[in-house]
């Protein structure tokens, strides 16, 4: 059974810290990689994908992907309150976009 | 871009009727959109997949009696629960998707 596994937090940070957010997955096969903002109530945000091995960066937010590992994290610069969340980490199993998600980890940053 | 709405976004009903809810991409066309279902302080859990112009693909424990899913164009689909039970009352979250999965607002359903 194709799994992703995230830690269920919650993962505290003071503001302006790095908060450091990682996923493991089990289906050698995915292509893609996402990760989804959560607030309380709410319906998941896309914040960032990435398709490749490496770095991809947009403003404060760094995700990194390492195939050979099966491994995707999500980096946040300059954690703000405002950044606390549950951060979903879902992978890409191939047909029709088909998303499997991670159980998410709640993130609080505190000023 | 990548708007996609949900209608209605909390409904309360009496166990035994149905309920449909809407969910419709604005903004682009989407082959494909996806029923979710969230418990509270739970992840989210695939129900169906859905495609325009043919039968959704539920996942394995899902009633597809119980849980209609009609996708009759490129932007809108509805899943319709019908005789609902207490047991039903969660967070139904729709998708559509472009090469990313955009999220609907979710519908908060009560079943009493």
């Known amino acids: 059974q194709k799994e992703v596994e995230q830690n269920s937090g919650p993962l505290s940070v003071p503001e302006g810290a790095i908060a450091s957010l990682n996923c493991t997955y089990s289906?050698?096969?995915?292509?893609?990689f996402f990760w989804y903002r959560q607030y309380s109530g709410k319906s998941p945000e896309l914040i960032m994908f990435?398709?490749?091995?490496g770095d991809k960066e947009d403003g404060r937010f760094t995700a990194q992907l390492n195939k050979a590992s099966q491994y995707v994290s999500l980096l946040i610069r300059d954690s703000q309150p405002s950044d606390s969340a549950t951060y979903l980490c879902?992978?890409?199993?191939?047909?029709?976009?088909?998303?499997?998600f991670g159980a998410g980890t709640r993130l609080a940053v505190h000023p | 871009g990548a708007v996609v709405s949900q209608h209605p976004s909390r409904v309360i009903c009496k166990s035994g009727t149905s309920v449909k809810i809407e969910c419709r991409s604005l903004?682009?066309?989407?082959?494909?959109m996806f029923w979710y279902r969230q418990f509270p302080k739970q992840s989210l859990m695939l129900m169906a997949t859905?495609?325009?112009?043919?039968?959704?693909?539920?996942e394995q424990g899902v009633e597809k009696d119980k849980f209609l899913i009609n996708h009759a164009s490129l932007t809108l689909s509805t899943l319709t629960v019908t005789s609902a039970h207490p047991e039903d009352s969660s967070f139904y979250i729709c998708?559509?998707?472009?090469?990313?999965?955009?999220f609907g607002p979710g519908t908060r359903l009560t079943v009493l």
């Open positions: 998708s559509a998707s472009r090469t990313e999965q955009f």
């Open positions: 289906d050698q096969g995915s292509q893609s």
């Open positions: 990435i398709y490749s091995n």
């Open positions: 879902a992978v890409n199993t191939g047909g029709y976009n088909k998303l499997i």
């Open positions: 903004d682009f066309q989407a082959t494909t």
């Open positions: 859905s495609n325009e112009g043919s039968k959704a693909t539920y």
